[in-house]
């Protein structure tokens, strides 16, 4: 469910080792399933964990995990870095905001986890998202951009080099290409 690095292992034993008797981490997702989804790491003492809690046993301590957060903490890693800048730990949960699908869900919902844990991280960071609003039968994928997407200049580069590229890579002979639904207008919101 979550890998964590030997240098993070060694961190979270160094704190914990100032910790009461049997206190260990606790890994979470707030707003779990949503695009405000936020993961975060605690300490977790031995009266705060619950009888449905996942163990995930590390070396000298145990990672504890809620029922409602485990399916969104599937492939997440932990890591504790250190650079010309100091040292951070980092958390990546790429299934926070959408838990992941199986390999043989409908195809709407494989784009749209795509979509959901690959795409929109990169667009949010220029304030925009994209949704997928339907599959045609002949294997177009319909999009709807949203945010700072809507009114950049750049949105037909964005759908064509980037979104289109990596769909038709991930999922060969099921799609064969993508459009762009939205009504591009200009405006405040817009990104440039």
């Known amino acids: 469910m979550i890998t964590i690095s030997e240098t993070a292992q060694g961190h979270f034993c160094k704190l ?37 809690d996942t163990h995930l046993q590390f070396d000298g301590f145990e990672a504890v995990v809620d029922p409602q957060s485990a399916p969104f903490l599937e492939e997440a890693e932990i890591d504790f870095v250190t ?5 951070q730990l980092t958390l990546k949960a790429p299934n926070a905001k959408m838990s992941k699908v199986p390999d043989d869900a409908p195809l709407a919902d494989r784009v749209e986890y795509v979509l959901q844990s690959q795409i929109n991280p990169g667009l949010a960071s220029h304030g925009g998202q994209v949704v997928l609003t339907e599959i045609t039968e002949d294997g177009l994928a319909i999009l709807q951009f949203g945010g700072g997407c809507n009114g950049c200049s750049m949105v037909d580069v964005t759908l064509k080099e980037g979104i289109e590229k990596q769909l038709l890579e991930l999922f060969p002979g099921e799609l064969n290409g993508v459009r762009d639904a939205t009504e591009h207008q200009r405006g405040d919101h817009s990104y440039y």
């Open 16 to 52: 914990l080792s100032q910790q009461p008797e049997g206190t260990n981490i606790r890994v979470f997702v707030v707003n779990p399933g949503t695009p405000n989804a936020e993961c975060g790491v605690s300490y977790c003492p031995p009266d705060a964990v619950d009888p449905e």
């Open 83 to 87: 650079d010309q800048m100091g040292s």
